[in-house]
């Protein structure tokens, strides 16, 4: 186990759980929150004894890391509503801006060359900090690559805050991946939907840090 900070997962959908799934296989307490208590309630229970429901606001106050699995929509929302229980704090942001096109695919929802992590760092509360990460690939994949055996995977991350790049490498560490640093928030468009270094755009897989390196 490498995270030492309070850590808050907060939005059990498919992002939400499968980081929440991961972690509960490290040494790491946490806490997990939805809008639904039942919901985090049950799933905590599958995961075992380190992973402890609670509702939102509470999670918020609670965590020193708060990992937002919610819509890029719902961000600014969040943001101003809990703006001055999230001061100082560390938020992770796994956000893609699409939504659905009518061939069954995804589109940008923001400008072509504009990125989630960007806007999003745009609301950010007082002295909290951005670390985009944890988005870079789909949920299968966020799944079935975690704590592979053999060569990990790479989780891909951004921020402006050196401070804060040991908390955020501890973090995809105990997800089960092997962390990698591509730069600024203002990179943040190369780890969301169609970046080159997103599963779902140039990069098409989950890589390995030697694969990773070629392509920064
Ligand atoms: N799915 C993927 O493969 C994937 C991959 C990479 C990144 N992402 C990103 O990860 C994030 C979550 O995606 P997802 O696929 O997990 O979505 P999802 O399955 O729809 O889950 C979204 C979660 O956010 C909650 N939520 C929505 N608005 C909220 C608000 N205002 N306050 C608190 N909670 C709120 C939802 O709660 P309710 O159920 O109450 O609405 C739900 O628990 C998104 O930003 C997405 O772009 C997704």
Same mark, same amino acid.
């Given at each position: 186990?490498?995270?030492t900070?309070?850590?808050?997962? %907060?939005g059990?959908?498919n992002?939400?759980?499968?980081?929440?799934g991961?972690l509960a296989?490290?040494e790491?307490?946490?806490?997990?929150?939805d809008?639904?208590?039942?919901?985090?309630q049950?799933?905590s229970?599958?995961?075992g004894?380190?992973?402890?429901?609670?509702?939102i606001?509470a999670?918020?106050?609670?965590?020193?890391?708060?990992?937002?699995?919610i819509?890029?929509e719902?961000f600014?929302?969040f943001?101003?509503?809990?703006s001055?229980d999230?001061?100082?704090?560390?938020?992770v942001?796994p956000?893609?801006?699409?939504?659905p @096109?009518?061939n069954g695919?995804?589109?940008?929802?923001?400008?072509?060359k504009e !990125?989630?992590g960007?806007?999003?760092? !745009?609301f950010?509360?007082?002295?909290?900090k951005?670390?985009k990460?944890?988005?870079?690939?789909?949920?299968e994949s966020l799944?079935k690559?975690?704590?592979?055996t053999?060569?990990k995977?790479?989780?891909?991350?951004?921020? @402006?805050?050196? !401070?804060i790049?040991?908390?955020?490498?501890?973090? %995809?560490? @105990?997800?089960g991946?092997?962390?990698l640093?591509i730069?600024? %928030?203002d990179? !943040?468009?190369? %780890?969301?939907?169609?970046?080159?270094?997103?599963?779902f755009?140039a990069l098409?897989?989950?890589?390995?840090?030697?694969?990773?390196k070629?392509?920064?």
């Open positions: 186990m490498k995270t900070s309070k850590v808050a997962v %907060i059990l959908g992002i939400g759980q499968a980081v929440a991961n296989k490290s790491v307490q946490f806490i997990v929150a809008r639904n208590f039942e919901k985090a049950k799933l229970e599958k995961w004894n380190k992973v402890q429901p609670n509702d606001p999670a918020v106050k609670y965590a020193d890391i708060i990992i937002l699995a819509p890029f719902a600014e929302g943001l101003k509503e809990y001055s999230l001061e100082g704090k560390i938020i942001d956000s893609n801006p699409i939504a @096109d009518e695919g995804f589109r940008k929802i923001i400008g072509e !990125s989630a960007e806007i999003i760092s !745009s950010l509360p007082k002295s909290a951005l670390v990460a944890l988005g870079t690939l789909g949920v799944m690559s975690a704590y592979k053999s060569e995977a790479v989780l891909f991350y951004a921020t @402006d805050d050196e !401070s790049n040991s908390d955020a490498e501890d973090l %995809i560490t @105990d997800i991946f092997v962390p640093k730069g600024g %928030i990179q !943040s468009v190369r %780890i969301e939907v169609f970046g080159d270094l997103h599963e755009g098409g897989k989950p890589v390995t840090l030697a694969e990773a070629k392509k920064l």
